[in-house]
Nanobody, 126 residues
Framework: QVQLVESGGGLVQAGGSLRVSCAASKRTFSRYPMGWFRQTPGKEREFVAAISWSGGSTAYADSVKGRFTISRDNAKITVYLQMTSLKPEDTAVYYC???????????????????WGQGTQVTVSS
């Protein structure tokens, strides 16, 4: 059973920083593109950031560009999302996802991902 486990969420004040992590259970994931999405109650899940299997290519939603950075450590089979200059509107459950596409590039649509984590809550207070 493939697993993605997010961690690092929490409560932070507006303007602060937080890093969330996503650890995969199988080495194969080090060769998959990965992404981060977020969702708030009553809203659809939205794309946040994506990274190619090698880490050489990244993509961001306009709402987080310049504030969030996605990265990965394939030796640890872990993907990170460093969030800075956080705003109350960044409050959401953050999910990591993996696309079953060996050596693939970035993906921005949720339908292109095959594996999902359970999510971690990020709350930004004003």
């Amino acid at each position: 059973q493939v697993q993605l486990v997010e961690s690092g969420g929490g409560l932070v004040q507006a303007g602060g920083s937080l890093r969330v992590s996503c650890a995969a259970s199988k080495r194969t994931f080090s060769r998959y593109p990965m992404g981060w999405f977020r969702q708030t109650p009553g809203k659809e899940r939205e794309f946040v950031a994506a990274i190619s299997w090698s880490g050489g290519s990244t993509a961001y939603a306009d709402s987080v560009k310049g504030r969030f950075t996605i990265s990965r450590d394939n030796a640890k089979i872990t993907v990170y999302l460093q969030m800075t200059s956080l705003k109350p509107e960044d409050t959401a459950v953050y999910y990591c996802a993996a696309a079953k596409d060996l050596y693939g590039s970035t993906r921005s649509r949720g339908s292109e991902y095959h594996y999902w984590g359970q999510g971690t809550q990020v709350t930004v207070s004003s």
